[in-house]
């Protein structure tokens, strides 16, 4: 048992994040222990949501993550946790599936998060839609964002009928709005003032009804204890190197937790600012932002002929959206500006104003390992995609990903010598023998 609620909204913009993150802040600062999780694949919310909470955001979602690792995940927190707090994506019904889809799996009721800054009777109307679109939802009640007066606040919890909890209002508050660029919000890393800024966000909790703990609910543990046995001590041996600073930081953390448990040794470093890559049998470079630190990237080179070295040495890499454009030959940022990069891939990316590719997709990776049979292994990796740039590559890929729900065409996966790299964002517990294979030296792809 846990208390535990869903926050979720009518629309992306109405403020989840902050709110999810001052309510996380708030108890924590009474001493709780508080989970959060984020609906869906994003990198950045959870980052702010780990700077709130002090503990690692890992993603829900039914179809990436699938129903029993979402059981497992949630179990786990109810097991250590005095809350459970779970970020919905988009709007409350968007999406397949949706963070109402969550709510009514698990059974965890729905905070909803309405902006009311030019509303009022309406907002009775809009928390209606929300709690009854779904026959079989649980509803919580609403929260009012951007609501700067007592009055305003009034006017709203008048209108709602007396079936629907109104706990209270979040003020619009410059301090405590968090800024935005063109993949969402900016990383946590990079604003010096946050945690002045979730302490503040706390602060206002202080005056709603959120004060107190929710409801507890009952968590299950599911019956996928086959997994772990397979995947312990698997790359026992195996040191990866992972680039991680604030131009590649877009990392699950399922997928590191997944590294761990097989064994691997992690090694970290920054291509932004170390002068030399450590020691390592495969190097991983995630997603992030190349674009905006492509210069500093480029003047670092010590650590660029450390990674051609690499590379030159047949040694794995594998790279994931912007850690495939560092790969490349050019990269032109959104000024126009062109930049060489690594030139270990033939092609080229340019950053463009308008969303290039977005949305969850799985890919069937063949294999060139001789010595398995790609027909008798599941080769299905499920992942997303989510980026600005449109890259010519001059290489034939080795498969094409296929987006869900849609089973629209979506993003190449290349090979090239002992490279791999997409756009695609891969979520390796969606096929740990696939990704067992991928991150073994002896059956790399």
Known sequence: MCSALIIAAPHSGSGKTTVTAAIARFHRNK??????????????????????????????????????ACQDLLYRAAIESDLILIEGVMGLFDGTPSSADLAEYFNIPVLGVIDAKAMAQTFAAVTFGLAKYRENLPFS????????????????????????????????????????????????????????????AASHIAN?????????????????????????RALVGTRIIIIRDNAFSFIYAANIAFLQQAGAELVYCSALIDEHLPEGDILYIPGGYPELYAEQLMNNVSFISDVKKFADSNKPIIAE????????????????????????????????????????QWVDLPLSNQDL?????????????????????????????????????GEFVYQHNNIIASYMHWYFPSNPGLTLRIFNKARCL
């Open 31 to 68: 001493g709780r222990k508080v989970a959060v999780f984020k609906v869906g694949p994003d990198f950045i919310d959870p980052m702010i949501l780990r700077k709130a909470s002090g503990e690692l955001v890992y993603q829900l979602d039914l179809w990436l993550v699938g129903e029993q």
């Open 141 to 200: 009640g609403v929260i009012a964002n951007r609501v700067n007066s007592d009055r305003h606040a009034e006017l709203l919890s008048d209108s709602l009928p007396q079936e629907f909890t109104f706990y209270g209002r979040m003020p619009k508050d410059s301090a405590i709005t968090l800024p935005e660029r063109h993949l969402g919000l900016v990383q946590a890393q990079e604003l010096a003032d946050i945690d002045a800024q979730l302490d503040q």
């Open 208 to 232: 709603t009804g959120l004060i107190d703990l929710p409801k507890e609910i009952e968590f299950f543990a599911s019956d996928n204890d086959s997994q772990t046995d397979f995947i312990h």
């Open 321 to 360: 959206c912007g850690g495939m454009l560092y790969l490349l030959d050019q990269l032109i940022d959104f000024s126009g500006n062109l930049f060489s990069m690594l030139g270990l891939m033939p092609g080229k990316a340019i950053m463009q104003k308008k969303l290039a590719a977005i949305g969850s």
């Open 373 to 409: 049979d790609s027909n008798a292994v599941n080769n299905i990796m499920r992942g997303h995609s989510f980026h600005y740039s449109s890259a010519q590559i001059d290489l034939e890929p080795i498969g094409q990903t296929t987006h869900h729900p849609s089973e629209r065409a």
